[in-house]
């Protein structure tokens, strides 16, 4: 996969995707020598989705994953001593119904609202403008 190349050529442990459009969920092996795991969550018509790669020996602390729709869901993990909650977001655009988007923004919210605040929260996403 062309992602995972690139990836293992810059050096970098985690990368969130947006807008994938790849049907179901899970998880699978990555690259020639399988240094990464992608978590990915999408729907029945292959439209959205969302998905995190995560190197190898970074996967292996992998404590958790939560898939709450085709537009977010985060991985729960730990790095030394620091629980760290990695989140991919798909903020829905321009000409998308206003219901849709409040649809995902309370579910966002509401996701983060129970993250413990001793836990660091990271988000890769696109917002689509949104920020605040």
Known sequence: MEIAEMLERRRIDICCLQETRWKSNGVFHVSSKKKY?????????????????????????????????????????????????IFSAYAPQTGE???????????????????PKSETILIGGDLNGHVG
């Open 97 to 115: 119904s206003e219901e849709m988007k409040d649809d995902f923004w309370a579910a966002f919210s509401d996701t983060i609202s129970t993250i």
């Open 37 to 85: 795991k992608l978590f990915w969550n999408g729907q029945k018509t292959a439209k959205n989705g969302v998905g995190i790669f995560v190197r190898k020996p970074v996967a292996q602390e992998v404590l958790d994953i939560k898939r709450i729709n085709s537009r977010l869901m985060w991985i729960k993990l730990r790095l030394e001593k620091q629980t760290m909650n």
